[in-house]
């Protein structure tokens, strides 16, 4: 084992846990989880406000799970959030997905929760304070990136609710961009960016290892078996 691998591990409090379950699972693909680890990040982050065409929905898990963003956040007004399995192809099983549906205004639920967390509020959309895509700044925190259907675009009660405003230049006569377009564009130009910055952008050496082992439990056969033998091992 060598590389990410034995870094991650090193600094884990899972790490008797990860050592045996992998195991059960070639070093390539252990070495290979720890490497994806190694990239994600909570530093952006996505919302999706009531979106109702499966294959966008599905598109967009996807670009998130390939430029590493590990949470998508989901709000369900009237519509819920299903996916095109010929589109997602697995992704959603690697990201952390949060949803929102249950109280009065999921919308302001889901504003109020990332705020919380030191996230800034970013509406993608036109307005008249709204800053250009290659002008907006990562460096002041973490962002929340909030994306609506391309019919209303994004709540009242979200663009209220924002801290920023972010435009994606457009050059031609239609008015917007598809939401997995809009999606798309957004994160690989930032991601690029975040990546280039002195930020702490990764996963900490705790979740990064919380990561991984929640990978290795959806990977590995009867693995939920094989915990409980190494629980009862360690107990005894």
């Known amino acids: 084992m060598t590389g990410s691998a034995e870094h991650s591990l090193f600094f884990s409090m899972n790490r008797p846990l990860i050592e045996y379950l992998s195991q059960f699972m070639t070093e390539r693909r252990f070495a290979r989880l720890c490497q994806v680890a190694d990239s994600r990040t909570h530093y952006i982050t996505v919302v999706l406000e009531d979106l109702y ?5 599905s598109a967009v898990l996807r670009t998130c799970d390939c430029l590493g963003i590990q949470d998508v956040h989901i709000i369900e007004k009237t519509n ?5 399995p010929d589109i997602e192809l697995g992704s959603a099983q690697w990201l952390s997905l949060h949803k929102y549906k ?5 919308s302001i639920t889901a504003v109020n929760s990332l705020k919380s967390k030191g996230y800034r509020i970013v509406a993608t959309t036109p307005h008249q304070k709204d800053v250009s895509l290659e002008d ?6 973490p962002v929340a990136f909030f994306f609506g259907t391309e019919m209303r675009g994004l709540s009242e009660e979200v663009l209220a609710s924002s801290d920023e405003y972010l435009r994606i230049p457009m050059y031609g006569f239609t008015e917007s961009f598809n939401i ?11 991601v690029q960016n975040l990546h280039g910055l002195d930020l702490a952008w990764q996963l900490s050496h705790s979740e990064k290892d919380e990561l991984i082992l ?4 959806k990977s590995i056969q ?9 629980n009862f091992k360690n107990q005894s």
């Open 53 to 57: 065409q499966p294959h966008n929905a």
């Open 80 to 84: 819920r959030f299903t996916l095109n």
């Open 102 to 106: 249950d109280s009065p205004n999921p």
């Open 136 to 141: 907006f700044n990562l460096s002041p925190g």
């Open 180 to 190: 997995s377009v809009s999606v798309a564009l957004v994160l690989y130009r930032l």
């Open 214 to 217: 929640n990978w290795m439990r």
């Open 222 to 230: 009867d693995s939920e078996l094989l915990e409980k033998r190494f």
